[in-house]
């Protein structure tokens, strides 16, 4: 039921970060979207591009969007070049004390390291979120600029008889904040899933976020 109270921006914003996606329209009556209109290059199925849509809803907003009001509209778009930038994972480690645990996080870009550290209870929700934050906190000494990093949420979702990861963070720039969203596939380690969803949102904006 699509019974939630939906803003159409901070729709558009999360329907943007979605790999081919390069613009979205929602359209909302009634607190209800009617439509969603998508502009997407052809570099991805666009049955893929409207189930990454379904999930997020979903993951997001609790909405279970009808895929018969996604309209989803490809265009031929020359790719930019990949980036040489791109941030990966190197490292992780957690230590557990009572009911703390500690993470540490390296990441590595051209070949620079990159540490941080945080801390935080030992629940369950609790460590998904301070692994997050942690990867943040690496990516603040990467990225330039007077940009503030929040982990919003962290779920894990499953998704044709997969178990996935989805993170959602806010970027606050000035008086501009924009969500983005990363997910990545749970393939043993949850630890690894959660840096690699984080590294998912922000990898999406980096030609934005690098200076």
């Known amino acids: 039921m699509e019974n939630n109270k939906v803003l159409p921006n901070e729709i558009e914003n999360i329907l943007n970060s979605i790999p081919g996606v390069l613009s979205s329209k929602v359209v909302v009556q009634d607190d209800n979207i009617e439509e969603m209109h998508v502009m997407a290059t ?40 990949k980036s040489e930038r791109r941030i990966e ?23 620079i390291t990159y540490t941080a550290e945080d801390m935080g209870l030992n629940t369950t929700t609790n460590s998904y979120r301070v692994i997050s934050n942690t990867t943040l906190k690496a990516l603040q000494q990467i990225i330039k600029g ?61 030609t934005k976020l690098l200076i």
């Open 89 to 111: 994972v190197e490292e992780i480690n957690i230590n557990v004390n009572g009911s703390h645990l500690k993470v540490g996080v390296k990441l590595q870009q051209d070949g």
């Open 146 to 206: 007077n940009y503030v990093f929040a982990t919003e949420d962290v779920e894990k979702i499953s998704i044709g008889k997969k178990e996935v990861m989805v993170v959602a963070i806010s970027v606050v720039n000035y008086h501009h904040e924009e969500m983005l969203v990363g997910t990545a596939v749970v393939k043993g380690d949850f630890k690894e899933t959660i840096v690699r969803a984080t590294l998912d949102a922000i990898n999406r904006r980096l």
């Open 42 to 81: 052809t570099e991805r199925n666009p049955k893929q591009i409207s189930r990454d849509i379904q999930s997020i809803m979903f993951a997001n907003f609790n909405i279970d969007l009808d895929h018969k009001k996604i309209s989803i509209a490809q265009i031929h778009h020359a790719p930019t070049k």
